[in-house]
């Protein structure tokens, strides 16, 4: 069972940044990222394949957050710049156990992070 241990999330200012990361305890495929805002749906953020060649971001994040990996240290990283208070939720790390793309779809993934806060003030 491949461990998730995400870090980095707190409150920030609008128009700051915040840079999330996720240990995983093994080796890992495709990792990516989703978030859960108060009252709302679980959505994708952002994935990034195991060799980085294809990575998919949702639209609400294009050109602001960039996702980005370390295999030697089993490690996806989430860089958020320009946050908005829209950006505020519980950001979850996610993972799978064989390829599957940079998928946006959360029954894609096998393994999921504790998740982290992330709080964007006006």
């Known amino acids: 069972q491949v461990q998730l241990v995400e870090s980095g999330g707190g409150l920030v200012q609008a128009g700051g940044s915040l840079r999330l990361s996720c240990a995983a305890s093994?080796?890992?495929?495709?990792m990516g990222w989703f978030r859960q805002a108060p009252g709302k749906e679980r959505e994708f953020v952002a994935a990034?394949?195991?060799?980085?060649?294809?990575?998919n971001y949702a639209d609400s994040v294009k050109g602001r957050f960039t996702i980005s990996r370390d295999n030697a240290k089993n490690t996806v990283y989430l860089q958020m710049d320009n946050l908005k208070p829209e950006d505020t939720a519980v950001y979850y790390c996610?993972?799978?156990?064989?390829?599957?793309?940079?998928?946006?779809?959360?029954?894609?993934?096998?393994?999921w992070g504790q998740g982290t806060q992330v709080t964007v003030s006006t």
């Open positions: 996610a993972a799978s156990a064989d390829y599957r793309g940079a998928s946006v779809y959360s029954w894609a993934y096998n393994y």
């Open positions: 990034v394949t195991r060799s980085a060649t294809n990575t």
């Open positions: 093994e080796r890992t495929f495709t």
